[in-house]
């Protein structure tokens, strides 16, 4: 039986299929429509978790602390490293920052790590701090309170790298922020203990 025909209001003759075709065509532009907001979102979630990435990669503490050892003070208000004294000798710098490169890596970040193994890691990150100065700072006649700023900056920067891997914190954080709805607010983890290492 042949599709039945119509009349517009011009009297043009249009058969039903033709209709239909059209309907299914303005359902498909409809429902691609409604996608662009989803696509958009998605594209938007995605930006805001690699500037994340970017922002708060451990390699830019290592820069930090690079432009710290040299004798350098960030300033906020002009977005630049300014000088303020003469920093630490250059082996001290270099050797400080082939120490804590491992441990400031996205490698470590994006790991999961027990409160165990964070503080295995910390003991032997502050035994190796201490035993270092001490060697060097008849060489090159450090001052107490350089040794324990210099000690400081390197236990405090490689501490807070390993707080972000306990129990793969960061690494869900990040995978979660990628499905739609979710946030890259962080989510503390359980005081089960504390942190050992402290108490040396």
């Known amino acids: 039986m042949p599709d039945p025909v119509y009349e517009d209001e011009q009297g043009n003759r249009i058969d039903a299929a033709a209709i239909g075709k ?3 065509i303005v359902n498909a532009a409809s429902s691609a429509q409604q996608k662009k907001p989803e696509v958009y979102n998605r594209l938007m979630q995605e930006e805001r978790v690699n500037n994340f990435i970017s922002q ?18 960030y300033d906020a208000g002009e977005r630049d490293w300014k000088q303020i004294s003469d920093g630490v000798p250059d082996e001290i710098r270099l050797d400080f920052l082939q120490f804590i ?12 790590l027990s409160q165990q193994q964070i503080n295995g ?5 502050i035994e190796w701090v201490l035993d270092y100065l001490d060697i060097v700072a008849d ?8 040794m324990t700023k210099i000690a400081w900056i390197m236990i405090g920067a490689v501490f807070i790298t390993l707080l972000r891997a306990q129990n793969g914190m960061e690494n869900l954080r990040i ?26």
């Not at 708060?56 to 003070?73: A, D, K």
């Not at 060489?139 to 350089?146: F, V």
Request: with cysteine; glycine share 2%; net charge neutral.
């Open 101 to 112: 490169t491992p441990y400031l890596s996205e490698d470590v970040r994006m790991t999961n």
């Open 175 to 200: 995978f979660k922020s990628l499905s739609m709805g979710e946030t890259l607010n962080p989510q503390l983890p359980a005081k089960d203990s504390a942190w050992k290492f402290w108490k040396k």
């Open 139 to 146: 060489k090159h006649e450090l001052k107490e309170e350089q």
């Open 22 to 24: 059209t309907h299914e």
């Open 56 to 73: 708060t990669s451990p390699t830019q503490s290592l820069n930090s602390i690079n432009y710290i050892l040299r004798g350098y003070i």
């Open 121 to 125: 890691i910390m003991e032997c990150v």
